[in-house]
């Protein structure tokens, strides 16, 4: 192991991801099809889902990183072949169940997409539902669905623009094309581009520094800005009153003031 890396314990065993916990607060996770350009099939949802649930009770896990296997994609969407014996009926059902991309939205952890390649359809909708997008300069993204006749059902309509606004997602869902890593970058999708051989170190970085942080904290910052592109102003000020008398009363707050005034780093508990 080089000096400054993390060991990493793999905890869970799947048949489509891997999941592993470092010693710094920060766990990964990696969609595992490379053959298939890392494409979300239904039991990628269902290991998807069971893997966060796992992970928001672990009280030594503060941060969660998604990322695919391999060097060529993220994810590049949909597995397709699963699109044969679909109905109306069960794609409705399919989606009003528990998504990998709804369950990663709701987690109360923070979490951040660590997109290498490309990151296409329901690879870009899952990018989407994390906190925080980093990518590599050779990442490329898209919502390709209507060149298949179809649109997103993954959350791309709605996450997509408030994210980016309406004229430039309806130009990226409307024509399907693939736009770069810096075009990405300058719309507002992603919030670094690093070089491709720094993505996993600039991440890892960066997940490291948000779970050093207060998790109790951490979780209440999360729920008020998500609560702010959900709401209007008055409702989105007054939860973030409610929450910040919340954080006050916690043993976090009394280590980081006690720390800030001693002139020293302070240890969170997650109290």
Do not use: W
């Not at 969609?31 to 990628?44: E, F, M």
């Not at 909708?125 to 993204?141: H, K, N, P, V, Y």
Request: one cysteine or more; glycine letters at 8%.
């Amino acid at each position: 192991m080089k000096r400054g890396e993390c060991p990493k314990f793999f905890v869970m065993s799947y048949e489509t991801i891997t999941v592993e916990k470092r010693d710094n607060g920060v766990a990964v996770i990696t969609i595992n099809r490379p053959d298939k350009l890392n494409a979300l099939n239904k039991l990628v949802h269902k290991e998807g889902v069971a893997a966060l649930d796992e992970l928001r009770h672990d009280d030594s896990v503060r941060v969660v990183v998604i990322t695919g296997a391999g060097e060529k994609s993220f994810i590049a969407g949909a597995d397709i072949s699963e699109f044969g014996g679909e109905t109306p009926v069960t794609q409705r059902n399919t989606f009003h169940e528990r998504t990998f991309f709804n369950s990663i939205d709701s987690f109360p952890k923070p979490t951040i997409a660590m997109v290498n390649g490309f990151c296409l359809g329901g690879g870009n909708e899952l990018a989407l539902a994390c906190d925080l997008r980093i990518c590599s300069e050779t990442a490329r993204f898209s919502q390709p669905e209507i060149n298949l006749g179809i649109m997103p059902g993954g959350g791309g309509t709605q996450r997509l623009t408030r994210l980016i606004g309406e004229g430039r997602a309806m130009e990226i869902i409307l024509t399907g094309d693939m736009i770069d890593a810096e075009t990405a970058l300058k719309f507002g999708l992603v919030n670094h581009v690093h070089p491709a051989a720094e993505l996993e170190s600039k991440t890892m970085e960066l997940a490291a520094k948000i779970a050093e942080k207060a998790p109790i904290a951490l979780q209440l910052c999360k729920e008020a800005v998500k609560f702010a592109s959900r709401s209007n102003l008055d409702e989105g000020l007054r939860r973030e009153v409610d929450l910040f008398a919340i954080v006050f009363s916690t043993e976090d707050k009394q280590e980081g003031v006690s720390a800030f005034l001693e002139k020293r780093k302070p240890s969170f508990k997650g109290r």
